[in-house]
Every structure is written in structure tokens, then in C-alpha cells.
């Protein structure tokens, strides 16, 4: 017989690559998905019998210690309450992302017909699929170059019963027509490559080495490639009135708000995130 407590002892003294606090998340969440064990078991000590299957604990922690993410080794992430599988073919969902989704339904929460949102490099499609729940009156798509990330996002559709159109399409070099047929839509929405390759010497080596890297990066010479991009194209594909929504680098933050200024979009707002840094620009086209 050993115990919950015991259990998550040994977990968070074999990692040894992460400060404590996330060491300790991280145990939880091992516990949680191949135990079922909560937090509150921990606590209490419950007992786990000796005839319960468990992982290669071993196993697990000799891939922490590797960097390799706990939500590769579990195989998925929580994100917006709902759980999506990740791979090293998509990043892993982060908490400012969640801030990103929810500022699209607090502006599309009040049903109307013929609503369009476009998400742009969708990855795990963890951003048009919560928008879909969340806004059932709206249609979404959602676009990746990736053929192995739209694998992974129709997937996730699939399992979390999502109404998506998925479609491959480079935001570089869109190709027409456009997919699903629609020529204008109500709402454009991205969390695109922001980080520089001159940022990646200050990355941990879970993300630099795990999670793929033209999801992440953009090169020094040209690091508002994207929102260039995003923003031409909703020159001629946003309705009128119709708004932007994009997570952006912190240090970036006046350039990314000017890169749609002078393409004459209005309300060009930057917002910090829960952290209080820089985090997303909204843009109104109006013309």
C-alpha cells in the first residue's frame, strides 16, 4: 500500500530542471491524468492500493529531466476549460491565449446572423474551437500551413464536438478563392509567430526544443512580418466595422499598433495581459 502523498513526493523529488512551484504543478497534473488523483487526495494522504495500474513513473521523470513537456508526455492541455491534445506539432496552449479568446466573445457574445471569425495559424486549434463553443451563433475557420498542426486541430475538433472549417492556407502568400467561400469576414483572429530568433537564447529548452519553431519565431530583420500580413489582408477581407484581434511581442507593442494605423484601421487599441505586460492589439476596419 503507498499513498497520494508518497506518490507525489517522489515525483517532485526527481524533477529536477523546474523551480519549485511548477515542479509542483507539474506533480499534480501527473497524478490528475494517470491517477485521477486530486490535489485534495494529496492532502487527506489517500491510500492507493498496491493492485492499482500506475505508470513508468521512472520513465516520466527521466523525461522531465529531458525538458520534454508534461503535456507531450501526457498528450494534452487544458485550455479555456476544455482539454486539447498537443504535440510537438503545435504549441501548447498558453494562459494569455485564453485572455486573446475571451476578448473575441465578450464583443460577439449578442447572437447575430452571418457572423465570420478567421483564425490565422490555428495550431491545436485551441483558439477556433473554444470560439465555437462558446459562440455557437458564429461560423469559424481556421487556417494553418501546417498539414500536421490541421491534423492535430481536427482532431481536437472532433473530440470536443466543434463546428470549424479547417483549411491549409500560408498567410504569407494566401491563395484564392478562399477557402469555405467566404469573401468578407466579421472578425480576424491570430496568435502568429512574434518571437525573435535573437529571444530564443533567453527560452527555456522545453519550448526551444519541443514545440515547433515556425510557430514561434520570426527573423530580427522583419519582426512584424505577420501583422503586415494580417492587416493587408483585412483591407480587402474585413466587413466594415469588422475587428482584429492579435496577440503580440511585449516589446513590439507600439510597432504592431502603428503597423495597422497607417493601413488606416481605427480604435487601434494595445492591451496588457494578466501580467500587466503588452500583450494583444484590437483594430476596427473602418474605411
Known amino acids: 500500500m503507498t499513498s497520494a502523498r508518497q506518490l507525489y513526493q517522489h515525483i517532485v523529488s526527481g524533477i529536477k530542471v523546474y523551480p519549485p512551484k511548477e515542479t509542483q504543478a507539474i506533480a499534480f497534473m501527473l497524478l490528475e491524468h494517470y491517477m485521477r488523483l486530486r490535489n485534495i487526495d494529496v492532502l487527506v494522504d489517500r ?80 483558439i477556433a474551437i473554444v ?4 459562440l455557437p451563433h458564429v461560423t469559424v475557420h481556421a487556417w494553418d500551413v501546417s498539414d500536421e498542426a490541421l491534423s492535430v486541430a481536427r482532431e481536437n475538433a472532433r473530440q470536443l464536438i466543434a463546428d470549424v472549417q479547417f483549411a491549409k492556407q ?36 522545453n519550448v526551444l526544443r519541443f514545440e515547433p519553431h515556425e ?47 497607417e493601413r488606416n484601421y481605427k480604435q487601434v487599441e494595445i492591451l496588457r495581459d494578466i501580467h500587466g505586460k503588452d500583450r494583444f492589439v484590437r483594430a476596427v476596419w473602418n474605411k
Not at 220 to 226: I, Q
Request: charged share 20%; net charge negative; glycine share 8%.
Open 215 to 261: 510557430a514561434l519565431f520570426v527573423e530580427d530583420s522583419d519582426p512584424l512580418l505577420f501583422y503586415k500580413a494580417i492587416a493587408d489582408f483585412g483591407i480587402f477581407h474585413l466587413k466594415t466595422g469588422g475587428k482584429c484581434y492579435v496577440e503580440i511581442n511585449e516589446h513590439f507593442g507600439a510597432g504592431t499598433k502603428q503597423v495597422f494605423e
Open 47 to 126: 491510500p492507493v492500493a498496491e493492485t492499482t495500474a500506475q505508470p513508468d513513473w521512472e520513465g516520466i521523470i527521466t523525461r522531465l529531466n529531458n525538458n520534454e513537456p508534461v503535456q507531450h508526455i501526457i498528450g494534452s492541455t487544458e485550455f479555456c476549460g476544455l482539454e486539447f491534445r498537443v504535440s510537438s506539432s503545435v504549441l501548447i496552449p498558453r494562459p494569455e491565449t485564453e485572455e486573446l479568446v475571451q476578448m473575441v466573445t465578450r464583443d460577439y457574445a449578442e447572437p447575430d446572423k452571418d457572423v465570420a471569425i478567421l483564425d490565422i495559424g490555428t495550431g491545436s486549434g485551441c
Open 131 to 134: 470560439l465555437a463553443r462558446f
Open 170 to 205: 500560408d498567410m504569407l502568400n494566401v491563395t484564392f478563392p478562399l477557402p469555405g467561400n467566404i469573401i468578407k469576414f466579421d472578425c480576424l483572429v491570430s496568435n502568429p509567430p512574434y518571437v525573435t530568433y535573437s529571444e530564443a537564447e533567453h527560452m527555456r529548452p
